[in-house]
């Protein structure tokens, strides 16, 4: 693996948007953007705990560079309803095709059969992309301090709040916080897993929540597979908690989301 993927993708992720932009004239995509749709606040449900003093985001995902394909067959309807009927407070959707094995088709599946916030997880180089959340029903969007420039990440930011998205706003360290919060970040996702590398390390989560702003919401990303490290999340103020793998790699996802709940 390349020791800067994270360079790999952005590139691919241009030429991708140069693409969609072609079949999709950003004008048209703008008008689908705007129409009316049922919204579900993804920041108003990670404000506060849940019943069982934790929030997860439960993930759609295939898989991923540093796993490869994990669940290449995920059914996205079956697993929305059986985190839903587990508790999950929301749902992210990994739309990016090339490294992720996701899809736009992934997201809207999940829309149709779910009561709860969804995420576009993909990595956003384009307003085009935020429309396009939008477009296809979802209620937040990621935004990825390190792929972003200072002015993007702020005109992205104000734009998701114009479309009615919330920005989870990625960072993975203390000069990542602070331009998320220059730029207005109010939910700042935390990811203990380094871009460049995919090494990852849960204290990160950790040594930032304490810089955090007061209003700022934090959500632990990545690395978190079991109940002991929600609780040790928990004793540094966390209580919103990104899991992918450990769900897609289980043979039933549900009692395993009950169980990282503490249900």
């Known amino acids: 693996m390349s020791q800067d993927i994270l360079t790999s993708i952005l590139q691919k992720k241009q030429e991708e948007v140069e693409a969609a932009r072609r079949a999709v004239p950003e004008v048209q995509l ?5 129409n ?14 849940g019943p069982f003093g934790t929030n997860i985001i439960a993930e759609i995902k295939r ?12 059914d ?7 985190y839903e009927r587990a508790g999950a407070a929301a749902i992210s959707v990994l739309t990016d095709k090339t490294f992720f094995m996701g899809s736009p088709q992934d ?13 576009r997880k993909d990595f956003v180089v384009s307003t085009y992309q935020i429309y396009e959340a939008a477009a296809w029903g979802a209620d937040a969007v990621l935004l990825i301090v390190r792929a972003l420039s200072p002015e993007f990440l702020k005109a992205g930011i104000e734009l998701a709040r114009e479309l009615g998205l919330d920005a989870l706003v990625e960072v993975h360290s203390r000069e990542e916080l602070e331009t998320a919060t220059a730029a207005g970040a109010q939910l700042v996702g935390i990811n203990n897993r380094d871009l460049r590398t995919f090494q990852t390390d849960i204290q990160t989560s950790v040594q930032l929540a304490r810089l955090l702003e007061p209003g700022q919401v934090a959500v632990a990303e990545s690395g978190i597979h079991t109940r002991a ?7 540094a103020g966390i209580f ?14 549900e009692p395993v989301l009950r169980h990282l709940l503490g249900r």
């Open 229 to 235: 490290q929600i609780e040790a999340l928990q004793g």
């Open 30 to 34: 703008r008008k689908e953007a705007r």
């Open 240 to 253: 919103n908690f990104l899991i992918g793998e450990s769900l897609v790699k289980a043979a039933d996802p």
């Open 76 to 82: 996205p309807q079956a697993y929305g309803r059986s």
């Open 36 to 49: 009316p749709r049922v919204r579900h606040s993804f920041l108003e449900k990670l404000s506060a705990p």
């Open 107 to 119: 997201l809207k599946a999940v829309r149709g059969v779910v009561d709860l916030p969804v995420l």
């Open 63 to 74: 898989g991923s560079p540093s796993r490869g394909a994990m669940r290449a067959d995920l």
